[in-house]
């Protein structure tokens, strides 16, 4: 296979989201290892970038390296979900709270153009998981707090890992659409009690159905 051409940006960086995709796409599947040999010969580059490539995954969660062995992608167990779940609530559930108090009239008009957008996608999956990731990270990034921002992208990451299982259950994108409508209608009212309660109500349902 032929190398494939690489941006300038850092060379490992590069690879790792290269690998980021694979891993999300289901390619390269939870619990299976990674041929460095073969990727960097399919990449076209030495071990050196791919092993660094390794190692940025594997603090993401994403991968997990074992010494003298090499690294696979990281397995996702019930406590894993449970804990991610928790901290996700928390977090999220905080920024909805400051949302509430703090967002101007035009980013709640951001927020609820995306809600209406994830109205009009729950007959496609795909869409509707890609749109409800947008009205997460758009209420983080109103929220405004770059360590909160950093944490929860790592998070959804490793959640990543058992890609759509809460959407699969049936009738849960209903549900979840309801669940936003809640949280929209709390941030609406600046009711910053009722917006956390909401957002920690979203992602206990979001657990049961991924359970």
Sequence with gaps: MSALTLTPRALYEEVA?????????GELAPGSWIDEMRLAEEYGISRTPMREALKVLAAEGLVTMK?????????????DQRDVYHLLSLLEADAAGVVATQATPEQLQELQTLHLALAQAVN??????????????????????????????????VMKLNRHNS????????????????????????????????MQAHFANGLEAAS
């Design 17 to 25: 989201e290269l690998l980021r995709e694979r891993i999300f796409s």
């Design 124 to 157: 496609d999956r795909e869409k509707f998981f890609e749109i409800n990731e947008r009205f997460h990270m758009r209420l983080l990034e109103i929220a405004d707090n770059r360590w909160r921002d950093q944490m929860v992208a790592d998070l959804r990451k």
């Design 167 to 198: 959407l699969l259950k049936s009738g849960r994108i209903e549900e979840s659409l309801n669940e936003h409508q809640a949280v929209m209608d709390a941030l609406l009212a600046h009711d910053a009690p009722t917006s956390v309660a909401r």
């Design 67 to 79: 010494v003298r062995r090499g690294a696979y992608v990281t397995e996702v167990n019930d406590k």
